[in-house]
Structures are given as C-alpha cells and as structure tokens.
C-alpha cells in the first residue's frame, strides 16, 4: 500500500519536472554595432526625434491631411496588411488553445452477423447461443500531451511573435502610404508651379514676339529675329501640355494611393505657402530600434525563427500523453443506458520516442537553426539600412536648404536681368538674342528653384519616415 502511494506521488512530480524542461535558446536582441551619432546630424540633446511627432501634427494641411486619413482607410496594401493581422490572430488564439487537452464526444452502434458456417459465427453459436452480435457504444475520450520540452510554449512564442511582426506590418505600411502621399502632394504642387511659370513665360514670350515683329516691320531687326523669337515661344508653349500631362499622371497616382478612380484632386495650397517644420531632431540612432516598425517587424522575425527553433529540437524529444476515456458500453440496446452497469473508464499514458523518422526531424532542426541566422542577418541589414537612410534624409535637408537659397538668388538676379533686356531691346541699345538668353534663363531658373523647393520638402518627409515617423 505505501508503495503503491509513493509511486501515485512521484508520477505527478516526474511529469512537472519534464514539464519544467526546456530546449531552445530564450530569445535575446542580435547585437548592432550602431553609432553613436547620424552623419552629419548635430549633438543631440536627448532621445526625442522628429519623429515621435502623429502624421497630423508633422502635416499642417488640412487638404493634405483628409488625403492621407482616407488613404488609410482605403488602401488595398493597408487592408490586406490588416488582414494579415487576423490571420496571425486566430494562429495565436490556435497556440494559446494548444496547452489545453483534446476533449472528443462519440457515440457508435454496430450490428455483426457472420456467416453460420464461418469459425466466428461457429463460436458464437457455440458458447453465446447466437451469431448475431449488436455493440453500442456512447463516450468522452480526453487526451492531453504534456509540454515536456517546452514545444507548446515555443510554438505559442512563435505564434506571438507572428502576431506582433504583423502589426508591426501594418504599422511599415502606414509610414510608407503617409510618406507617398504627402510626397506625391507636394509634388502636384510643384507641377502646378512650374506650370504657372510655364504660362506667364508664355504670356512673356508673346509681348516680346510682338515687339520683335513691329521692329522688323520698321527695318530695325530681320525676319531671323522673328523667327528665333518664334521658336522661343513655342518652347515655352511646349512644357505647358507636358506639365499638364504629368498633373494628370500624379493625381491619378494619389487616386490609386487611396482606392478611389482616376480623377482631378481639389486643392488650393501653392507650393510657397507650404509650411513643414524646421526643427528636425533625429535623436540617437538607438531610437531607430524602437520607433521605426520595419526594424520592429524584423527583430520579430528573429524571435520567431528563434522559438520554432526550439519547437524543431522538442520534436526530436520523447514526447507523453496521457489518455483518458469514460463512457457508456453494452452489447445490446436495452442495457446501452443501464447504470451503473454499462459505464466503462480508461486511462493511458505513455512516452513516444521517434526512430526511424529521427534524421527528418535532425533535418527540420537543422533547416530551423539556418532560418534563425538568415533572420539575423536580415534584422543586422534592415538596421544599417535604416541608419544609412537616415543620414541620407539629413544631408539631403542641410544641402538642399543651401541649394534654395541659391536658387532663389538667381531667380532675383535673372528678374533684374530680364527687365533689364527688355527695356534696352525697346530702346534699340540690346538685340533680340539679349532678350531670348535672358528670358530662358529665368525660365529655367524659375523651373529648377520650385524643384529644389519641392525636393527640400521631400527630404524632409524621408527624414520624418527614415526616422519612424507616420505610423501615430
């Protein structure tokens, strides 16, 4: 009898202790060899950045602002990352499920006549008096597979981390739709003033055509005058419809951003009245960790391919389950509810240890383990590229706020210049090639200084993404 006890205790006590065995590496951050600083970056003065800023603090416009709200909502790649996220979802909820035993109702009946002349319906008859034979059968039968290894709460931390990487998707998508959006934005803003430029430079080229030709007319310039006069005018009048075609082309990109058809985008915002904020911390490049969702997304996969990992080692472990069965049990009809007589319980336990199948299992261990480092490298690159982006967006606003000041100045000298030709050319002190040069460089100037203007704004919402901004 005390043996029989001690054996009943020491059961419980064996199955906690495999229980508390676990194979596989607890997961810990791929070290990064980050800086200490971005290039070209200032000393910061703590860990706040730019992009700790919600999308509708960081974008003023309001235009802008219903753009990127309705985009979110309708994007096809947002909600298929949403879907995602139910998916990854009900896997967990499936992983969380996975601790709790297996719980099946069945209920049977059977009815076994052999033949008279066979050995089993000689032997019924013989010893049962009969060669008809009925079972019926009703019943619970309850398995449970104990977590020896630590299989279940790795396939569990998988699952978890599968969930989190697909919210952090979700997240990646959101920076990159706010990112395309404002960026398209202002470059249909820029498109609208190199247009503008493109028709008063037209309207330009017209006054000056007529001057030209009334001077020929009075035999004070040639007909080669007109003519490359002419010709000026029609280069302006070009850019006008390859303008109008690229406006065309940019908003039924932002339409497809957002779900919606092809068609114009209403806006009143011109390009020098846009507003973005100069101060732009980018912080410590440890922040990027934290703040950028893609990094996110990949350290997960880390610890995802980590933990199935150690759900692939388990396997190659013994693995017990124990068996319970209770139900009600007759061979005929009349006695199938007869209680206590007609119930039946069951109990089994026992430890499962693959053999033959062991170098499949090695295999999947091996192919695991080779996932593991590829995750790691992946995470180690989306880092670096996520620094190298950074300091990209940096250099890029500090060059191109000097490119600006530039070209603004030489849009200011070439106004000077122009004005200056036109009333020599009036006068008959300038010819019309004066004119001509004069007008096409402001032409270009004007062109390049809306550019430079629109790619500062640009840069500085690569910064804003580069750094994990958009997703609030």
Same mark, same amino acid.
């Given at each position: 009898m005390?043996?029989?006890?001690?054996?009943?205790?020491?059961?419980?006590?064996?199955?906690?202790?495999?229980?508390?065995?676990?194979?596989?590496k607890n997961f810990r951050r791929p070290q990064t060899n980050l800086p200490q600083n971005y290039r070209n970056a200032p000393e910061p003065k703590d860990s706040s950045s730019v992009a700790d800023l919600a999308w509708k603090d960081f974008f003023s416009d309001t235009v802008l602002q219903n753009m990127i709200s309705n985009t979110i909502v309708r994007n096809f790649d947002m909600r298929l990352a949403l879907k995602n996220i139910e998916s990854a979802n009900q896997t967990?909820?499936?992983?969380?499920?996975?601790?709790?035993?297996?719980?099946?109702?069945?209920?049977?009946?059977?009815?076994?006549r052999p033949s008279g002349s066979s050995l089993n319906g000689i032997s019924l008859s013989n010893f049962l008096g009969t060669t008809h034979i009925e079972d019926f059968n009703t019943?619970?039968? =309850? /398995?449970?597979?104990?977590?020896?290894?630590?299989?279940? &709460? @790795?396939?569990?931390?998988? *699952?978890?981390?599968?969930?989190?990487?697909?919210?952090?998707?979700?997240?990646?998508?959101?920076?990159?739709?706010?990112?395309s959006v404002a960026t398209g934005y202002y470059n249909l803003l820029m498109l609208d003033a190199q247009?503008?430029?493109?028709?008063?430079?037209?309207?330009?080229?017209?006054?000056?055509?007529?001057i030209t030709q009334l001077r020929k007319d009075v035999g004070q310039t040639t007909s080669l005058g007109v003519q490359l006069v002419e010709a000026q005018k029609q280069?302006?009048?070009?850019?006008?419809?390859?303008?109008?075609?690229?406006?065309?082309?940019?908003?039924?990109?932002?339409?497809?951003?957002?779900?919606?058809?092809?068609?114009?985008?209403?806006r009143s915002t011109r390009l020098r009245d846009v507003?973005?904020?100069?101060? =732009? /911390?980018?912080?410590?490049?440890?922040?990027?960790?934290? &703040? @950028?969702?893609?990094?996110? *997304?990949?350290?997960?996969r880390v610890k995802a391919a980590n933990a199935r990992a150690g759900v692939a080692q388990a396997s190659m472990y013994p693995s017990l389950v124990i068996n319970l069965g209770a139900g009600l049990n007759s061979f005929t009809a009349g006695n199938w509810f007869n209680i206590p007589g007609s119930l039946f319980g069951t109990f089994f336990g026992g430890l499962t240890q693959p053999l033959f199948n062991r170098r499949r299992l090695k295999t999947q261990f091996e192919l695991a383990k080779i996932e593991r480092d590829r995750s790691i490298i992946e995470f180690e690159k989306s880092v670096l590229t996520a620094v190298t982006e950074v300091s990209d967006a940096l250099v890029k606003v500090e060059k191109l706020k000097q490119q600006q000041q530039i070209a603004e100045a030489r849009v200011q000298t070439?106004?000077?210049? =122009?004005?200056?030709?036109?009333l020599l050319f009036q006068t008959g002190l300038a010819d019309y090639l004066e004119v001509i040069t004069a007008q096409g460089n402001l032409l270009q100037g004007e062109l390049e200084a809306s550019a430079i203007t629109c790619?500062?704004?640009?840069?500085?919402?690569?910064?804003y993404r580069a750094l994990g901004g958009g997703w609030k």
């Open positions: 005390q043996h029989r006890y001690i054996r009943t205790l020491l059961l419980p006590a064996l199955v906690l202790f495999l229980a508390s065995c676990s194979v596989g967990l909820k499936q992983s969380r499920a996975a601790f709790a035993p297996d719980l099946n109702f069945n209920i049977s009946a059977a009815s076994n019943g619970v039968t =309850l /398995s449970w597979e104990i977590d020896i290894w630590g299989k279940m &709460r @790795r396939q569990k931390e998988a *699952a978890q981390a599968d969930y989190m990487q697909s919210a952090e998707g979700v997240r990646a998508v959101q920076t990159s739709l706010v990112s247009l503008a430029i493109a028709r008063r430079n037209l309207e330009l080229n017209d006054s000056i055509l007529q280069a302006a009048a070009l850019l006008i419809p390859q303008l109008e075609q690229r406006i065309v082309i940019q908003e039924n990109a932002l339409r497809l951003l957002s779900g919606d058809q092809p068609s114009a985008v209403d507003m973005l904020t100069d101060s =732009l /911390s980018a912080g410590f490049p440890l922040g990027i960790l934290g &703040r @950028r969702p893609d990094v996110k *997304a990949s350290e997960l070439l106004q000077g210049a =122009l004005t200056d030709a036109r790619n500062l704004y640009l840069a500085k919402i690569e910064l």
